[in-house]
């Protein structure tokens, strides 16, 4: 047995689980933040909070397994109770887009609630 290569192994493990449990703690943060805040504070909600969200999905959905995420701007906005935020959500989802990830749906403007991008988590290191 390599024992060298069985410890790097476990490493590689444990600072993957950490990262994961870092994503998840910033998401309860998040969630915590909203779900206490009222509405005048929920405007100030940025764009990289947004992005936060959006990586802390594709994180969720990489832990059970799944190769690939479809997220649509209006789901985002309502699950993060904004108001009037579709350009910054759709601006969010374009930043945490990597090689390879697809555009399903989208508008002229690019800036519609309907903007709907698969999201590939097989080649990500979350």
Do not use: F
């Not at 790097?8 to 993957?16: P, S, V, W």
């Not at 959905?61 to 479809?70: C, D, F, I, S």
């Not at 789901?75 to 374009?94: E, F, G, W």
């Amino acid at each position: 047995m390599n024992y060298d290569t069985i410890i790097l192994e476990l490493l590689g493990r444990i600072q993957k689980l950490e990262n994961d449990v870092k994503l998840l703690q910033q998401t309860i943060s998040i969630e915590s933040d909203l779900d206490t805040a009222e509405i005048p504070s929920k405007a100030k909600t940025t764009t990289k909070d947004i992005r936060i969200y959006i990586e802390n999905q594709k994180s969720m959905a990489k832990a059970n397994g799944q190769t690939e995420l479809v997220l649509k701007a209006n789901d985002i906005h309502k699950n993060l109770q904004l108001r009037s935020r579709i350009p910054m959500v759709c601006n969010a989802m374009r930043q945490c887009m990597a090689d390879g990830d697809v555009v399903l749906h989208d508008t002229a403007s690019g800036y519609s609630s309907t903007l709907e991008i698969k999201y590939y988590l097989s080649n990500e290191l979350l």
